[in-house]
């Protein structure tokens, strides 16, 4: 199985200081270095200001240290929730999409979580057995 790239992507909201938040994406990816960073600026529902921040990792080996350090870090329920339910096979390829808690991600802990995440977006090059095989479930 091959982890061709990873897209990450998170919402920096006007009470949350965006240095923190890009501290939460390295302490996810690794360092920024390197990657492809967008900062796009959105309104929110209420006029609020919010952040969007996108980063590309295109390298195969870096995107692939990701993907290890999720394997290391997630308990076996929620890699199991992973390629149960976030993979979508598209051929040869597939995209797996995950989301880690920012909060916790800022302390350095990797957490699913369905509000306020971190959104992954992995490109691999395999099969829905090739990702069970690959992250020991």
């Known amino acids: 199985m091959r982890v061709l790239g990873v897209?990450?992507?998170v919402l920096c909201h006007a009470?949350?200081?965006e240095k923190k938040v890009l501290r939460?994406?390295?302490n996810v990816l690794g360092s920024i270095?390197?990657?492809r960073l967008k900062r796009e600026q959105l309104v929110g529902h209420y006029g609020d200001?919010?952040?969007l921040l996108t980063l590309e990792l295109s390298d195969e080996e870096r995107a692939k240290a990701v993907l290890e350090k999720l394997k290391k870090g997630l308990s076996v329920v929620e890699k199991l929730t992973l390629?149960?339910?976030a993979f979508e096979e598209k051929g040869q390829e597939g995209i797996l999409y995950v989301r880690l808690d920012k909060q916790s991600?800022?302390?350095g802990n990797l957490k699913l979580s369905e509000r306020d995440s971190i959104k992954l977006e992995f490109r691999i090059a395999g099969s829905l057995n090739d990702l069970k095989y690959e992250m020991g479930v």
């Open 105 to 107: 991600a800022y302390l």
């Open 33 to 35: 270095e390197g990657g």
């Open 15 to 17: 009470t949350e200081d």
């Open 49 to 51: 200001p919010i952040i």
């Open 7 to 9: 897209t990450a992507r």
């Open 83 to 85: 390629v149960s339910e």
């Open 24 to 26: 939460a994406l390295e």
